[in-house]
């Protein structure tokens, strides 16, 4: 278990999305998750993705070399680090860590990256586009921290996440149990001291381009947004589009935005999917009397690793909305939907109450099919 000790509401208040901290020993008596060699090996999975990032020229150049890996041995003692995405994915050890920052909502969260670094390692100065908290497990590592501003990208190339060396806001060193927190935008880089194991959380929310691309696709697949752009004041000239008529068609999509029947839908599948490949593992088929006679010897139902279950406020539908799918529930069950959506793993009363529900309990059954959720042991 772990505690993280955070006043959450002057965190929200005050420092989320605002400015860069370090907070020391926010995890007391921090142990690691994750063993240096068991990253390792989850690097070595195709469906894992990974990557290495390898320090050159004194530092002034890097080099990144995307996973899987077979062996480590030709990258020596130093000057590289191993990047591992969506750790709570795959290890469901992790998960616990992750547990520790649901007091933020669960439609943000993007992942659990892990990295080992050797001395001299790191990923070179950047900025990211969402909110993230470093903690310091195994080792030592120095973060320097800038300013939000204009930053140019290193060498002049647009497409390089590198930006050019910045003046430190923050410049410390990081602890095992020690955390930072980094909003969108603030550039900032690691450099390792000993080797070292950090975890990366990281909260994202969707971007123009994503919402255009996921709401377009809905259009599509539902086959509606038919209504076209009609005037009767086009007198702007033969080869001249009046502002007017711009504005008009683009109030188009603003009326798209406005219309719940369009948006909720859209938006419950986008929040709902991950970046990162989960470990699905389908079963066979799951019946109510198999569910009941697992329920009666104790057993407890358990989400995979990242796997995400939300409910719209306000929607006009009862539905929730898990791994970018849509799922209908009867309006007497919205509280025990509600449990769904909040809770990680049930039991006893209250696995119970979900396998009675007449919408729900066919949810439950299918889930179990499809691999996003299993029964576990009560001592797993």
């Known amino acids: 278990m772990y505690q993280l000790t955070l006043d959450k509401q002057d965190f929200l208040n005050n420092i989320w999305q605002k400015k860069p901290m370090i907070f020391r020993q926010a995890f007391k008596n921090f142990a690691d998750p994750i063993a240096a060699d068991e990253l390792a090996g989850l690097a070595c999975e195709e469906e894992v993705a990974s990557r290495i990032v390898v320090t050159q020229n004194d530092g002034k150049d890097w080099q990144v070399v995307n996973g899987p890996f077979e062996d480590y041995d030709q990258y020596g003692e130093e000057n590289w680090q191993l990047l591992v995405q969506a750790v709570n994915h795959w290890y469901p050890e992790s998960q616990p860590l992750v547990e520790a920052f649901r007091f933020l909502p669960d439609w943000r969260f993007d992942d659990l990256m892990v990295s080992f670094a050797t ?114 004041t086009d007198t702007a000239g033969k080869g001249l589009v009046a502002e007017a ?24 599948k986008l929040l709902s999917q991950n970046r990162f490949e989960l470990d699905i593992c389908e079963g066979e088929p799951v019946t109510a009397d198999d569910l009941n006679d697992a329920i009666d010897q104790g057993a407890v139902l358990k989400r995979i690793g990242g796997l995400k279950v939300l409910l719209l406020e306000n929607d006009l539908q009862q539905r929730l909305f898990i791994n970018g799918e849509a799922f209908a529930f009867d309006a007497q069950d919205a509280e025990l939907a509600q449990q769904l959506s909040d809770n990680t793993e049930f039991s006893g009363a209250a696995l119970q109450a979900l396998n009675q529900s007449s919408s729900l309990q066919p949810l439950l059954l299918s889930l179990l099919e499809k691999g996003w959720f299993y029964l576990a042991d009560a001592d797993e």
Do not use: C
């Open 119 to 232: 001395p001299g390692g790191g990923v070179g100065p950047h900025i990211d586009q969402y909110d993230v908290f470093i903690i310091q497990g195994e080792g030592r590592r120095r973060w320097t921290v800038g300013d939000i501003g204009s930053h140019q990208q290193r060498g002049g190339n647009l497409t390089s996440p590198l930006i050019e060396n910045f003046s430190p806001i923050i410049d410390d060193i990081l602890e095992p149990g020690d955390m930072l927190y980094i909003p969108p935008g603030f550039p900032h880089q690691g450099f390792t001291l000993t080797l070292a194991l950090s975890y990366s959380i990281g909260f994202r929310a969707p971007s123009q381009q994503e919402l255009m691309n996921q709401l377009a696709d809905y259009l599509i697949d539902e086959n509606v947004g038919h209504r076209r752009f009609t005037s009767t």
């Open 245 to 268: 008529q711009q504005l008009g068609m683009m109030a188009l999509l603003k009326q798209l935005a406005e219309e719940p029947q369009y948006y909720q839908t859209m938006l419950g």
